[in-house]
Every structure is written in C-alpha cells, then in structure tokens.
C-alpha cells in the first residue's frame, strides 16, 4: 500500500536499522545505545548502552545477537534474549 503503517520515537540520533532476532534494532550513534523494538507494539522495548561512543558504528542481527561494530573498536556483541552486551 505504500502507506506508514507506525512511527516509533527512538530518542536522539539513530542512524543505522537491522532486523532480527524477533526485533527491529536502531543504533543510536550520538548516546551510544541500541533501542530494541518490538514490532508487535511498535514500542521500544529496550534500550541497550554500550558503553563506549558509536560514532561510525553499524548494526546487524543473526545468530542470537546483535553486533555492533565501530571504527578503531572492538566487535560488541549484544545477547538478544536478556539484552545485555556480551562482548
């Protein structure tokens, strides 16, 4: 139909999208955070920090995680079942 069908407010700064691991996942590079949405209630249902600036960063889901990686920094990854980041 080519209409929006949702707009879900994810804070400040996400630039980068990746869907899986039964989430749409939005990285927001300027606080460093991952938001999970949940695609059910268009909500966010968690917001992840990572600890370290994302300027640069992308995202990809697969695998029972999700993976930031970042100019000059370590691969994170982000366990999708409790959300928190395993490294």
Same mark, same amino acid.
């Given at each position: !139909?080519? /209409?929006?069908?949702?707009? +879900? !407010? +994810?804070? #400040? %700064? *996400? ?9 749409? &996942?939005? /990285?927001? !590079?300027?606080? %460093?955070?991952?938001m999970r949405i949940? *695609?059910? !209630?268009?909500?966010?249902? #968690?917001? +992840?920090?990572? %600890?370290? *600036?994302?300027?640069?960063a992308s995202v990809?889901?697969? %695998?029972?995680?999700? &993976? +930031? $990686?970042?100019?000059?920094? *370590? ?5 999708? #079942? $409790? ?5």
């Amino acid at each position: !139909t080519n /209409l929006i069908g949702e707009v +879900v !407010t +994810v804070g #400040a %700064g *996400p630039v980068r999208l990746a869907a899986g691991e039964g989430a749409v &996942w939005a /990285l927001g !590079t300027g606080a %460093g955070t991952v938001m999970r949405i949940d *695609p059910a !209630t268009a909500k966010v249902a #968690a917001t +992840v920090k990572l %600890g370290r *600036p994302a300027a640069g960063a992308s995202v990809a889901a697969g %695998g029972g995680g999700v &993976w +930031v $990686s970042a100019p000059g920094t *370590p691969l994170l990854r982000i366990d999708a #079942a $409790s959300n928190a980041v395993t490294h």
